[in-house]
């Protein structure tokens, strides 16, 4: 910009060190200068415009490296990977810690990142469009009664191979010692929540007197409200039962009833940043890694160590019931082999898969009353729980005859469809 002033004189303000040029004219000549539009013209703070006018002179001296210079291209390659998410500054802190031995502090890293106008802006972005919580009252309870309960739902994950998959987390905290399980699982199924609530009861070493749930549905028939009590699901009530606890559902939509678990889902925002580095089983792994870290780590907001604090609270948990009770809500992964006639045997009885895992080792669990089989992540079959001897889906065995017999499509499906029917007939009535 150009300053005409009224000795006739042509300054030209282009950046703020040609400011300087102004001190000796208003000096000499009483001159008033309007700062508040030079700031605007200059998009600068007013204040940093009205330092330069009275002969604010920067130095040269050279500004002294950051511990995290070395790190600037990495970080801005992270930051620029459309696949990756880093919620906060603490997480790409511990992203580059883990994998790249980041030094320092994570305070001085934040600082670092916020004096980087290309890096601070990632975050404001991330900030905005994040969805502010109302404040909530700060609540304690006594040891030992209370956890609770929650699952982060329905998380796309991208693969090292490039298959996006959708995962589940569960999480069970104890309100006391904050002592907390982390759990994945590509389902959320009831049986599912039995299993882990079970297994953290296990890890814990006892029962609360109450958890603490929202309104999710393999827990709720009927949703608490201001104005009802809502209705607990009976398997689940029946589950409490067994294991001696009261059910406490949060009046829907309010998540800050359950502040305490709310706060540590966003520790989990952490996985985000590993999109596409990662196998399923590498996935699980690094959930491990973030629960075991934040069991053993001191937290400032309730100066604690959850693993210490929970050596305080075990003592006052309610005992496990006994094995025979828990035994129905246990979820066992077992290893199979697949047949050469492509099916795989459990408790007695042969289960048809697709003829392609033939020779492969697949991962068996069986929930909801059904067996469901595994190829890495891909669930390749789910089967009811039969007392037949031979349980073929007709799909597969369709595909096993493509194999063996040359006939065309029309007359596979033919005879197909006649084979299951004599197989059925053998086996149901001849049962060894």
């Not at 980041?102 to 900030?127: H, L, N, T, V």
């Not at 608490?224 to 209705?231: D, F, I, L, N, Q």
């Not at 996935?283 to 400032?300: A, C, D, M, P, Q």
């Not at 069986?366 to 067996?371: E, K, L, P, R, S």
Request: aromatic content about 10%; glycine content about 4%.
């Amino acid at each position: 910009m150009i300053l005409a002033c009224q000795l006739n004189t042509n300054i030209h303000i282009n950046v703020l060190e040609d400011l300087n040029k102004l001190k000796s004219l208003i000096e000499n000549n009483n001159l008033k200068v309007n700062i508040s539009r030079l700031a605007r013209e200059l998009g600068k703070d007013r204040r940093t415009v009205k330092k330069y006018i009275d002969g604010y002179v920067k130095t040269n001296k050279r500004q002294r490296q950051s511990q995290f210079d070395t790190y600037y291209p990495l970080i801005k390659e992270l930051l620029n990977d459309a696949n990756k998410l880093f919620a906060y500054k603490r997480v790409l802190f511990q992203y580059l810690k883990d994998n790249y031995g980041m030094p320092g502090a994570s305070s001085s890293f934040r600082r670092y990142i916020s004096s980087i106008d290309e890096f601070d802006q990632y975050f404001k972005e991330k900030k905005c469009a994040s969805v502010k919580t109302p404040a909530h009252s700060r609540f304690e309870t006594s040891p030992g009664q209370q956890a609770q309960l929650d699952w982060k739902e329905s998380i796309d994950f991208t693969l090292n191979t490039g298959e996006v998959i959708t995962i589940n987390i569960f999480v069970l905290i104890l309100s006391y010692s904050r002592y907390r399980i982390y759990r994945l699982s590509l389902t959320k199924t009831q049986d599912i929540l039995f299993h882990y609530l079970d297994e953290s009861f296990s890890i814990f070493g006892g029962v609360p007197q109450e958890i603490l749930t929202d309104n999710m549905k393999t827990v709720m028939n009927i949703p608490r409200t201001e104005y009802s009590k809502g209705k607990v699901n009976n398997k689940f009530q029946q589950f409490a039962d067994d294991y001696g606890f009261k059910v406490h559902p949060c009046i829907a939509g309010r998540p800050n009833t359950k502040a305490k678990v709310e706060s540590p889902m966003r520790i989990l925002d952490e996985l985000k940043a590993y999109n596409g580095d990662l196998n399923y089983d590498q996935l699980v792994k690094k959930l491990e890694e973030i629960n075991n870290r934040e069991n053993s780590r001191f937290h400032k907001g309730y100066q604690s160590i959850p693993l210490l604090y929970l050596d305080k609270e075990k003592d006052l948990l309610n005992p496990l019931p006994h094995e025979k009770i828990r035994d129905p809500y246990q979820i066992i992964t077992k290893t199979v082999k697949v047949n050469q006639s492509s099916m795989i045997t459990y408790k007695g009885n042969q289960y048809s898969l697709p003829p392609e895992y033939i020779d492969k080792r697949l991962q068996l669990q069986v929930y909801d009353n059904q067996i469901h089989m595994y190829f890495n992540t891909n669930l390749v079959a789910v089967h009811l729980i039969s007392d037949k001897k031979m349980n073929y889906l007709k799909e597969h065995y369709v595909e096993i005859l493509k194999l063996t017999l040359p006939f065309d499509n029309e007359d596979i499906e033919n005879i197909a469809k006649e084979n299951l029917s004599k197989i059925g007939e053998r086996y149901n009535d001849n049962r060894t």
